[in-house]
């Protein structure tokens, strides 16, 4: 078992899915709202997309669900979409804007 705590690597894990139109992963977009730990290890994990009309959006949502899944020590997941805030770029870390040509 790792050695980072389960939170970690769960931010770890969502640093390695990426929008596919875009060339930045979807915590340095500022797409995750959330990251909520409930009992049995289980993880809710609030997000929202660049877009509500977004064409990636089940394959995005579905690789967060199945790469947390996958961690070890992980119990039930469960993603929850929103568009409350609405996604703009401010919400980007300074790393992503930098990436995306924004600073």
Same mark, same amino acid.
């Given at each position: 078992?790792?050695?980072?705590?389960?939170?970690?690597?769960?931010?770890?894990?969502?640093?390695?899915?990426?929008?596919?139109?875009?060339?930045?992963?979807?915590?340095?977009?500022?797409?995750?709202y959330?990251?909520?730990m409930?009992?049995?290890?289980?993880?809710?994990?609030?997000?929202?997309?660049?877009?509500?009309?977004c064409?990636? +959006?089940? #394959?995005?949502? *579905? $690789? !967060? %669900?199945?790469?947390?899944? +996958?961690? #070890?020590?992980? *119990? $039930? !997941? %469960?993603?929850?979409?929103?568009?409350?805030?609405?996604?703009?770029?401010?919400?980007?870390?300074?790393?992503?804007?930098?990436?995306?040509?924004?600073?």
């Amino acid at each position: 078992m790792s050695e980072l705590p389960l939170r970690d690597r769960i931010e770890e894990a969502l640093h390695t899915i990426y929008d596919p139109e875009l060339p930045v992963d979807i915590f340095e977009l500022g797409l995750i709202y959330k990251i909520q730990m409930m009992e049995n290890n289980g993880v809710h994990i609030y997000m929202t997309l660049t877009a509500p009309a977004c064409p990636a +959006a089940g #394959e995005i949502l *579905g $690789e !967060v %669900e199945t790469k947390v899944k +996958a961690l #070890e020590g992980v *119990g $039930e !997941v %469960e993603v929850r979409l929103t568009f409350d805030p609405p996604w703009d770029r401010d919400m980007m870390s300074d790393e992503a804007k930098l990436e995306m040509g924004f600073m």
